[in-house]
């Protein structure tokens, strides 16, 4: 009799080896490239704003608004800053006491790897699918190119999306179709969604909106509604978390967006045939030109075996059918447009295609092997191989070498399947496990052996992700002590990039969102919201790199105010990025040039400004006087109201800001908050408040999605206390 402890084991180890070879594969490279976890947004994005987070955190605040940040300051529009999300708050707090932020990333990273693993043996068992070849499909997707290459080593909202969503989608089903606690769904949608980013959000809209359409045509009351509380709660969160940014996209860049196809970043109908090539880059356009130096499409290398296990049985069909549709929505979705508005690349929808494929293999597999295999399926895989093979190699024929030795790989392991299949099997003895069990077990672990295998080859190919890295430094309190002595804010002009592979250079700027960890207040940060007005006055773009006559501008006198462009944005040092510039540049009267380093010349002013934030101009004859400040929100007293009653603060005039006692003017420069306080008297008071817009709508989903969790749970408690009497 098999005990307690046995059957627990056999409920354990199939996962559990799936989720150790998974942590296995992910350390393998960062034995090979320390930095591999630490690429391009992680570095230049992540790490700083995980960083600022906590500490915002560590003093009991969360960030709303920063002025001094400039366009990259309105932390709710942004969305990715996962303001309202505690999984977030807590990669932030140990973000903010890591000595090591290479390191602090690759734990955080290998962690969600192992919650795809997690996740995906769990939605493959409720498809159907055996536990050995569920933990196969579970070792499979985190080794996928895009997660890889792209997610893992530099899109960390895009990882963290993509290797929940199976647990998600295991949890939806759990709580609509079994009936079963409605919590561990509430916990994992409320995390995909408040992580802030929006691609995971369309594949959980897509999954809901199947499940209602489902259970509408099956007419199955009580499952309709379970699907509507999860829609509800999923969507008020939704709004909570993406309705800043769409309501602030108006003033930005985002609202620019083309429609159109450039090829950028999406596949075309033939690049899917290199899914089952590990080992081959396709046509993918991306930063680095027509063809992308990683495994972008790459979906597993044992996919071309689908065969072997064809037809899946109808039933299984039937049971499958929200994974055809999420699926074809997809692969769809991978093969749009490059551009469709704000949502582009559409390759980021691939590691979702990758779930949906290898939950079809894994239930395929299972209800196939060993019984079903025979040569003429062998064949037809074989066939397969061919063909993938040949439409690779015509898009890739320099490549030839490596999509041959691909495919070999793929006819050696069918013959095993079928020889695997077609063997002897031996006779059945009570407590051990069946001649079907063992074979399962030995294709399976020697599947997953090769996946090993193909990872490190992988890795011996492509040492790192072809997003670039600038290889800035990984120690926290390096990156502490740029530019910690000055005074007011700052900013840097001109092309920073330039040194960046030079450690000695790190001591005299760093980039984007690493300037939070600076203890300097410094604007030229990352932003998915470029500010329209500042940018192009500026020309400065998503990492806060500016052209050169920016500097210019800065020094310029505004032609309306006649003051110093650098006066009405509060700016006290200029950081001037020698590559950028013949000569030194002039500085004007009240400022000097206070270090000339190897790459940057920082130039300061005599008299450091204020941070911005507050008043920085008042029109002909008008006279203010402030009273109070935060990030936030101004208050000043009028002394005068004059000819022109305007005022002008330094803040972007973002949606969202209020005024009581006074009103909104069109903005000075077209981007500088600017109030209109005629008719008021010597003496009145006025106030500015910022809250994220549109602030009643949010409160209002906010208490809403509470109500529905609340209407939900005592719903299911008053059904099980019936069905008990």
Known sequence: MTSARDTFWRRLRWPLISVVLTIALAASRVAVNPRFY?????ERGSFGQW????????????????PSAWQGGNYFAEGQWGILSPVTWLIGLTAYVTPDAALHVTAWKILFLAIFAIGMYLICREFGASRPWAALAATLAPAAGFTVYMDAASWSTGLFDSCLLPLVWWTLRRAVEH?????PLVITSFTLVTFGYVFGVIVLVVLLVETLVRHIVLRDRVRILRTLAASAWGGLWTIVVYLPAMMTSAVTTRSEAPYENTGFLNADISDLFSSASPLTVATIQSFEGAMTSGPLVYIAWILPLLPLFLPIPRANIKRLLP?????????????APSDLGAIRWPLRMMPYVVIAVL????????????????????????ALIAAMAYVSWIGEMWAWKAIALGAALQVIAVIVVVLVAQARDTPFVPGRASSWEKKTAFVVACAMLVTMGVGAAQLMQ???SPLPSVNAPTDTDELRDVLGDVEGDAIVVGNYMKGAGTPESWDERLMANLWYVSDANVSSVYTVLPFSAYASDLCSDLRGLTCKSALETL?????????????LLS?????VAKYSFDKEPTAPEGWHLGNDGGWMWQFERDEPLPAAGGVVWSGEGADVTETGETQTSVTFTVDAVGEDPRVALSRLPFPGYSVSGAELADPVRDYLLTVDVAGLEAGDEVTVRFLPPPFPVLAGSFVLAWLVLAGWLIARGVVRRRERV
């Open 359 to 382: 939950i079809v293999f894994a239930v395929a597999a299972t209800k196939a092997f060993p019984e079903r295999i025979s040569r003429g399926r062998a064949w037809a895989a074989v």
């Open 38 to 42: 630490f690429a391009d947004d992680t």
């Open 555 to 567: 020094w310029s006198n505004d032609e309306e105010t006649d003051l110093p462009v650098a006066d």
């Open 179 to 183: 009936g079963k606690s409605p919590i």
């Open 323 to 335: 994974v055809w549709i999420y699926g074809a929505f997809a692969l769809a979705f991978i093969i």
């Open 571 to 575: 700016v006290s040092t200029i950081l």
């Open 51 to 66: 960083w600022s987070l906590g500490e915002h955190l560590s003093r009991g605040t969360l960030p709303i608004l920063d």
């Open 462 to 464: 492509w040492r790192e």
